[in-house]
């Protein structure tokens, strides 16, 4: 019966969620800027909401990864480069915490290195494609991804 109840939750949860990125995108598109960022910023605590508690991890950083990148590419639209840079770096550092924290040749360990790679293309594109300001700042993505895969293969 638990069970059940959590799957409800679940579903309900992620309907919401999808409900809010709508919201936002048809925001976004809208040039309603104000209204769009707080339905991302709504969908991504639904995401993290999921994230504690999704038995389906990798769908779980996907709800955590479009919310964050389309919050993002909000701020980018406005011109407002270091905006868009924090919220890469939130979800990246967000993720790689959870992976140092996975169990080893775990699924979940499988479904963060997957978010992570996809943060850190991301954040290495975004870097890329703003490379009039070139950050000092280091990524800190290949040795957390190295020693996550190294200790995911022992």
């Known amino acids: 019966m638990n069970n059940i109840v959590e799957q409800q ?19 976004f598109y809208g040039q309603q800027t104000i209204v769009a960022i707080a339905y991302y910023q709504k969908a991504i605590t639904i995401s993290e909401q999921l994230f504690k508690s999704w038995e389906d991890i990798q769908s779980a950083i996907s709800t955590m990864l479009i919310s964050h990148h389309n ?17 890469l770096r939130t979800i990246h550092q967000k993720l790689l915490l959870s992976l140092h924290e996975a169990e080893p040749n775990s699924p979940r ?5 997957w978010g992570v790679s996809r943060t850190y293309f991301a954040l290495i594109s975004h870097l890329k494609n703003s490379s009039e300001r070139v950050k000092t700042m280091p990524l800190y993505a290949p040795s957390s991804l190295e020693m996550a895969y190294k200790n995911n293969l022992s």
């Open 9 to 27: 939750t679940q579903t309900d949860k992620i309907a919401k969620w999808k409900m809010f990125i709508k919201a936002g995108n048809s925001s």
């Open 71 to 87: 919050l993002a590419d909000l701020f980018l639209k406005e011109g407002n480069i270091d905006l868009a840079e924090l919220e």
């Open 109 to 113: 360990m499988d479904a963060l290195l």
